[in-house]
């Protein structure tokens, strides 16, 4: 068995703590990421303080799975990476990554997006991940496609953004 499926050469990814609280409301409000998200509004501390308390850090049920994208080399929170909408049913979850500003185009994202696959489909034995990207969200598309997904689907017009309807492109991996 893998030694740890949080652990690459660069990233880890550990559990949401209560000193992200300030991490987390800086990430969540930031209007340039509602477009990747299905959020059009800001989250109070409180609301965020709640999440991080009432979180069993369990996804059968919790039903999602948050973690947070940590640098190495110096402890730096560098993003979040999610599983929501988990199905356990189906074996399925949905994927959700965001890496703030300063840390993107770094390959933070790829070591924690191949860490959160080895770790659902080796560990949890998940049978798909999913993923919605707007067809415009160049490197969001490269990132996935990087880590083996593939396009499945095409959704028209189907988020709204800054009043103007774009079309998403939807990602599946399937555990080989």
């Known amino acids: 068995m893998k030694s740890s499926f949080f652990v690459s050469e660069r990233v880890s990814l550990r559990?949401?703590?209560?000193?992200?609280?300030?991490?987390?409301?800086?990430?969540?409000?930031?209007?340039?990421?509602?477009?990747?998200?299905?959020?059009?509004?800001?989250?109070?501390?409180?609301?965020?303080?709640?999440?991080?308390?009432?979180?069993?850090c369990d996804m059968f049920a919790d039903r999602q799975l948050r973690l947070m994208i940590v640098r190495r080399e110096d402890d730096a929170v560098v993003g979040t990476i999610d599983i929501t909408d988990?199905?356990?049913?189906?074996?399925r979850g949905e994927v959700g990554i965001a890496v703030m500003r300063e840390y993107q185009g770094k390959g933070y994202a790829t070591d924690a997006l191949n860490l959160l696959c080895d770790y659902a489909f080796g560990f949890l034995h998940m049978k798909q991940l999913t993923v919605h990207i707007t067809a415009d969200n160049a490197a969001s598309l490269r990132?996935?496609?990087?880590?083996?997904?593939?396009?499945?689907?095409?959704?028209?017009?189907?988020?709204?953004?800054?009043?103007?309807?774009?079309?998403?492109?939807?990602?599946q991996r399937i555990r080989p």
């Open 15 to 56: 559990a949401v703590e209560p000193e992200d609280l300030e991490v987390l409301y800086t990430m969540e409000n930031d209007p340039q990421t509602w477009d990747i998200t299905n959020f059009s509004v800001p989250y109070s501390k409180y609301i965020l303080r709640q999440y991080i308390e009432n979180s069993q």
């Open 86 to 91: 988990f199905v356990p049913l189906h074996a």
């Open 143 to 171: 990132l996935f496609a990087s880590c083996g997904f593939v396009e499945c689907g095409l959704l028209k017009e189907w988020w709204c953004v800054g009043g103007k309807y774009k079309d998403v492109i939807l990602l």
